[in-house]
């Protein structure tokens, strides 16, 4: 029996479906985690701890595993974990994508410049140092040009975004990117990226990279617009509507990113902008789509997204990728507003909406929530399927309608 180590951030929870995915597979799982007990709660009693915000550590003590109890693939299950589960993997001889390319992946700067040089269709950007004054700060976004986008470097999620369309603008986003940042514990001296936003619809795109060679597997339209000032994506809906030219066009532009970063197995997310038929890469990440989103996705054989990224990963002929035929989607059901969360109410009567499938809430009442940017979760995810995309839209708008997410305001 092959055995796999996940490796589980402890805010994740997406360890669930991993666990389902590797047990369809026939594969033993060893949880890999920052919270000893919990962990072997998730794993059955399999668990290692590992210092997942020290990657080299963390790596050093899966190799120290491996030689006790041989695992044959190590897989991330969120961005916490994928650059040491790639260092781990390059020095036990298993599948990954290069530690060198994951830490690209990770930081948008690095990212930025490496498809700068490869000519990877992208907005304009520049690097902006913590220490800037205000009068240099203001420099850099004239340079990039107006409207354009604050971001920390690290962080994911569309946490600590912002849109500016002026310097008086520029000057609070700032401001307030800086304070999320410090807040999100981003270490101190890493610095900014402003980017020239970038019209158009932003599209999402799954894959699965072998070999360097980019097989999509999904792409997701986002029909709420994401222009801004912050960025909370609600809605996800697949197949997309795009024409051939544009699913061309961004397919070209992803399979360019990869090769940039340098990424040459394992899965793929990116996000892309579509305007006038032209692609704009907005981030690349090696890993599969946040939250519970991949619920979405079937595929012909009836696997899960979570069981071709284990198959993958652990070298299993997995044939016939396609999708299922039929449109499904997700929405994000996001915070109204900052406070302390009570309670969701309306979810008996989502669960009545034709289309409707599923409803998750996945953050308990007394945790502290926040709207973008300066969310770090979604309170939880409600599923809807069709036979086409505009009516999974239509079930999902009607489900955000009747949901009621109350928070006692900060």
Do not use: W
Request: hydrophobic fraction near 50%; proline fraction near 8%.
């Amino acid at each position: 029996m092959p055995r796999v180590l996940l490796l589980v951030p402890s805010a994740t929870y997406r360890a669930g479906d991993f666990l389902d995915a590797a047990a369809a597979l026939g594969a033993e799982v060893v949880i890999g985690g920052e919270q000893l007990s919990a962990l072997a709660d998730a794993g059955g009693g399999r668990a290692l701890e590992l210092p997942l915000a020290d990657p080299e550590a963390a790596a050093a003590a899966i190799v120290a595993h491996d030689a006790r109890t041989p695992i044959d693939a190590v897989v991330a299950v969120d961005d916490q974990g994928t650059l040491a589960a790639a260092l781990a993997a390059n020095r036990l001889g298993l599948r990954a994508n290069p530690p060198d390319a994951v830490a690209a992946a990770c930081d948008k700067l690095e990212m930025r410049r490496r498809l700068a040089r490869a000519e990877v269709p992208q907005p304009v950007f520049a690097a902006l140092a913590d220490d800037a004054d205000a009068a240099t700060s203001s420099r850099v976004a004239a340079g990039v040009g107006y409207p354009c986008v604050v971001k920390p470097r690290s962080l994911s999620g569309s946490r600590g975004v912002l849109r500016a369309d002026d310097e008086p603008g520029f000057l609070a986003a700032l401001a307030r990117v800086r304070a999320i940042a410090r807040e999100a514990g981003v270490p101190a001296g890493e610095g900014l990226l402003v980017e020239r936003f970038a019209p158009g619809p932003e599209v999402a795109l799954e894959g699965m990279v072998t070999d360097g060679a980019l097989e999509v597997l999904a792409v997701f339209d986002k029909p709420d617009p994401l222009d801004g000032p912050a960025f909370e994506e609600t809605i996800y809906v697949t197949p997309s509507r795009l024409g051939p030219a544009e699913l061309d066009a961004l397919g070209a532009a992803a399979q360019g990113a990869v090769r940039a970063l340098g990424l040459v197995d394992g899965p793929v997310h990116a996000e892309v902008r579509i305007h006038r038929g032209r692609a704009s890469v907005i981030e690349v990440a090696a890993r599969t789509i946040g939250g519970l989103c991949s619920r979405t996705l079937r595929f012909a054989t009836g696997r899960s997204l979570e069981e071709l990224v284990l198959a993958h990963a652990l070298g299993m002929a997995v044939p016939g990728a396609g999708r299922d035929p039929g449109a499904a989607g997700v929405l994000m059901v996001p915070a109204p507003a900052a406070g302390t969360l009570l309670g969701v109410d309306g979810r008996d009567q989502v669960l009545t909406v034709p289309g409707v499938t599923g409803v998750e809430i996945t953050t308990a009442p007394g945790r502290h929530v926040a709207p973008a940017p300066d969310a770090d979760r979604y309170i939880g995810f409600v599923f809807a399927r069709a036979a086409h995309p505009d009516a999974v839209v239509r079930a999902l708008r009607r489900a955000r309608d009747v949901l009621r997410v109350r928070v006692a305001p900060d």
